[in-house]
């Protein structure tokens, strides 16, 4: 992404008054590096924070002390992790040093957007992708238990996760293409406002239309001295790529739609998440892929099955 300009206004709330803070586009947590200057004010940062804090001491809490991604409290970071560790005699918690934790990230799996399926619902198909990034995780799990089985419990926010995958998309959209472009149909849904569904806006991405190609990252594994497995990354963690959509069942006008693929080195699975529709000075020559044929993701998109990850 390029260099962007300052926003100058709340991309939420549509506040001009300020003051205005930046904002990251994907939590610096997560080792996101985008950001939008002055596009946040306070009351709404304060919301957007409080759903990303959730996401980040829950279902990445893990992968972040694991990995050594940033954080406001280093000095608080954990030097054990929990493990539950079943055998004859029931299951028991093993707070288990990070170097010996066999961790593996679980990321939740989605159906397309709801949009596209014209069934919008408060409810959509989930399965759960189950990612191992430790290259000795099968020996770590053995020597913890050798006859038992080992657990590894993770809180999985959805409603909080749901709304951090809107604030990327819409953040990812007003950065690339400027606030006024499109007619946005996330920020309700970022605040906790109305009664808008997230799952018609939010979904899954389909396996066929377009192919993702994984980013220049090098990932390598050294062994440190006590043993553990560090992994170091060179290059952005996380990907995302800008789609249109023309279709009259929706809007008149063009669908502006972002693909993120978070945890793209992981080759994780990306989410599909609609922003919202063209306005005329939408700058279309900056999507690439506009030439492709509408029918073939349209196609794409009703035909899709998420992959199962078992």
Not at 28 to 56: N, V, Y
Not at 230 to 253: D, M, R, W
Not at 287 to 296: A, D, G, H, M, T
């Amino acid at each position: 992404m390029k260099a962007i300009n300052p926003v100058n206004q709340c991309v939420y709330c549509g506040d001009l008054t300020g003051p205005f803070s930046k904002e990251h586009i994907i939590p610096k947590g997560l080792a996101g590096t985008w950001t939008l200057p002055k596009s946040s004010c306070e009351k709404c940062a304060a919301i957007t924070s409080e759903f990303e804090l959730k996401c980040l001491r829950g279902m990445f809490g893990g992968l972040r002390t694991h990995l050594e991604f940033p954080t406001r409290r280093k000095s608080q970071r954990p030097t054990e992790l929990p493990v539950w560790i079943e055998n004859d005699k029931g299951v028991n918690q093993v707070d288990t040093p990070i170097p010996d934790h066999p961790h593996l990230l679980i990321l939740p799996e989605f159906s397309i957007p709801q949009c596209f399926t014209g069934q919008v619902s408060k409810e959509t198909k989930l399965r759960y992708r189950f990612l191992n990034y430790l290259p000795d995780a099968g020996k770590r799990v053995e020597n913890l238990s050798e006859d038992g089985k080992v657990q590894m419990r993770n809180l999985m926010p959805i409603p909080a996760f749901i709304r951090l995958l809107a604030k990327v998309g819409h953040c990812f959209a007003v950065g690339e293409f400027g606030v006024d472009t499109f007619e946005h149909f996330l920020p309700d849904i970022i605040l906790g406002k109305g009664d808008k569904i997230p799952f018609e806006w939010i979904g899954g991405y389909p396996d066929n239309y377009p192919a993702f190609e994984l980013p220049d990252i090098k990932i390598t594994h050294k062994q440190a001295e006590d043993g553990s497995a560090i992994i170091v990354k060179e290059g952005q963690a996380h990907q995302f790529q800008f789609l249109l959509a023309s279709t009259g069942k929706i809007s008149v006008q063009p669908l502006l739609m972002v693909a993120i693929r978070l945890f793209a080195i992981l080759k994780a699975a990306p989410y599909l998440v609609v922003v919202g529709t063209c306005k005329d000075n939408f700058p279309f020559e900056k999507v690439p892929n506009l030439s492709r044929p509408i029918e073939r993701l349209l196609i794409g998109l009703t035909g899709f099955e998420p992959t199962s990850s078992f």
